[in-house]
């Protein structure tokens, strides 16, 4: 194992147990688990961003009696503390921070050593490599789970093509991902990270955010929220329209890049802010990615075009001098700002998303046998015992159908 020092594992068992007094859904999970064992037996790989939200997700599984490996999927995001706790929890921990990119691809190696029967992955990294340098493990994975649009993208194009060996499910497109992790966590998070890196008073500010999916939503409305005129930049005439009756205004990079004070670029493509946007920037424009790979800026372009780079001008934030004078400002490395800046998201939206992580495992344990390769929703009941065992948690009620309301949805002849 390969890990931060163990004298750092009693801040992180401090750091987890205050997630999980925000996590009950998946604390209630991982009690069953205890109970039922669905996992009894299973070697689990995973490469996700070493959190204390992820610990709790990690505690879940091993209660279901599986042994779990787990590499980091961010190096920035990883909390040498929590990573340090796991690993004296007999977790198979291969994470430190800050290490470059040679070593974060020697970590999720190490992770696939365990042989998984399943496989968690954040990106599609580990799947990637699975698929192209270690083949010879393939056919001892019976399926997997991924947590990310960028991720889901990748898989599909692997399973168009022919490419994917295995069942992946989809978490990242349950409703309660999109809606509570994507579009609330994404949205906070995001913010969060970039007011630790500057402490700039976002309001009366233009801040442009570059994709206008769940994620970008979410940092449109806290944007506003704080007081932010906000420009969207779409490629997706749809989410553009959305954008526009929402009351944003809408326009291509190219004219956005003469306006804004703060980008922000949450597409999961690359090259969304380029070289000819740079140079119409104003001086002093801050640049944040909240998407999962550091392809959105580039930083490679931006490197180019400076004279003079300040590293850590303040936390997180390095400055860019042009040849003009102009000064760019690039947080995080061009890397996710709500991980490396911050935290991520809240403890309270993880409990939803790695609560239908964990029960996508259990059904994935149930099911693999019956499963061709391919990408997979997840099953409707799990996103809706999800919701239902979040609403319980916080003590609120809902309505149920009647049988003559239920009765009257099933009927379709006039007049019932």
């Not at 194992?1 to 991982?30: K, Q």
């Not at 037996?41 to 779990?68: D, Q, S, Y």
């Amino acid at each position: 194992m390969e890990f931060a020092d163990a004298p750092l594992a009693e801040a992180g068992e401090r750091r987890i147990d205050w997630a999980l007094r925000s996590m009950p859904v998946l604390r209630a999970i991982g009690e069953r688990f205890a109970r039922t064992l669905p996992l009894d037996g299973l070697k689990i790989a995973a490469c996700l961003h070493i959190t204390a939200e992820t610990a709790v997700l990690v505690g879940a599984l091993r209660a279901g009696g599986a042994r779990v490996a787990l590499a980091a999927s961010n190096p920035l995001s990883t909390q040498n503390d929590v990573a340090a706790a796991l690993a004296a929890y007999d977790v198979a921990v291969h994470a430190r921070a800050g290490v470059d990119r040679d070593t974060y691809y020697r970590h999720i190696h190490q992770a696939l050593d365990i042989g998984p029967d399943i496989v968690l992955d954040d990106g599609c990294d580990l799947v990637n490599i699975l698929h192209t340098e270690r083949v010879e493990l393939l056919d001892g994975v019976s399926g997997g789970c991924e947590e990310t649009t960028t991720g889901i993208i990748r898989l599909r194009q692997m399973a168009a093509e022919q490419a994917l060996r295995f069942p992946m499910v989809a978490v990242n497109d349950t409703r309660t991902k999109r809606m509570f992790d994507n579009r609330y966590g994404t949205g906070q998070s995001t913010l969060d990270g970039i007011l630790r890196a500057t402490n700039m008073l976002l309001a009366g500010r233009t801040v442009v955010v570059a994709g206008f999916g769940y994620c970008g939503r979410g940092v449109a409305e806290r944007a506003r929220g704080q007081g932010a005129r906000v420009i969207v930049t779409e490629i997706d005439p749809v989410k553009a329209l959305d954008a526009s009756l929402q009351g944003y205004d809408v326009r291509p990079m190219a004219e956005a890049a003469r306006q804004g004070d703060l980008f922000i670029t949450v597409t999961g493509n690359r090259d969304v802010i380029r070289g000819e946007h740079l140079a119409e920037m104003k001086d002093g424009a801050i640049l944040a990615n909240a998407g999962h790979f550091d392809v959105e800026i580039d930083v490679r372009a931006l490197e180019s075009m400076a004279d003079t780079v300040y590293l850590g001008v303040r936390p997180h934030t390095d400055e860019y001098v042009l040849a003009d004078g102009r000064r760019l400002l690039l947080l995080a490395e061009g890397r996710l700002v709500n991980l490396t800046a911050a935290e991520g998201h809240p403890a309270a939206v993880m409990d939803m998303s790695f609560s239908a992580q964990a029960l996508a495992v259990a059904w994935l344990a149930e099911e693999r046998s019956r499963l061709t390769p391919g990408v997979y929703d997840v099953p409707a009941e799990i996103d809706v015992e999800v919701a239902r065992l979040k609403l319980a948690a916080a003590d609120i009620e809902i309505d149920a159908l009647t049988p003559v309301q239920a009765d009257y949805l099933r009927s379709w002849r006039l007049g019932s």
